[in-house]
Nanobody, 118 residues
């Protein structure tokens, strides 16, 4: 099992920035894909960005050019740098890990709330 703990959420004004962190209980080198998802009220959970163990990254079209995903293998931590935030970015952000070696290979954090508002 992989435990994931998110941090860094909060209230920010439109145009501002936040950096989310996700600390994993296992070495990132043993995790195939790390990702950030978000779920806004009344909406389905959606992928925001992901990064593979090889370093390949992918972003949702809605955040391209504004959000960056990165990883620090020495700290077993993945980051989501969010710039130029918009009110529509308001959501609970969840960290996800796909570790194919596990029988239950999808792992989730408990989420951190990001609110973009004046």
């Amino acid at each position: 099992q992989v435990q994931l703990v998110e941090s860094g959420g909060g209230l920010v004004q439109p145009g501002g920035s936040l950096r989310l962190s996700c600390a994993a209980s296992k070495s990132l080198s043993s995790i195939n894909v790390m990702g950030w998802y978000r779920q806004a009220p009344g909406k389905q959970r959606e992928l925001v960005a992901s990064i593979t163990s090889g370093g390949s990254a992918n972003w949702a079209d809605s955040v391209k050019g504004r959000f960056t995903i990165s990883r620090d293998n020495t700290k077993n931590t993945v980051y989501l740098q969010m710039n130029s935030l918009k009110p529509e970015d308001t959501a609970v952000y969840y960290c996800n890990a796909i570790r194919l070696a596990d029988s239950d290979y999808m792992h989730w954090g408990k989420g951190t709330l990001v609110t973009v508002s004046l």
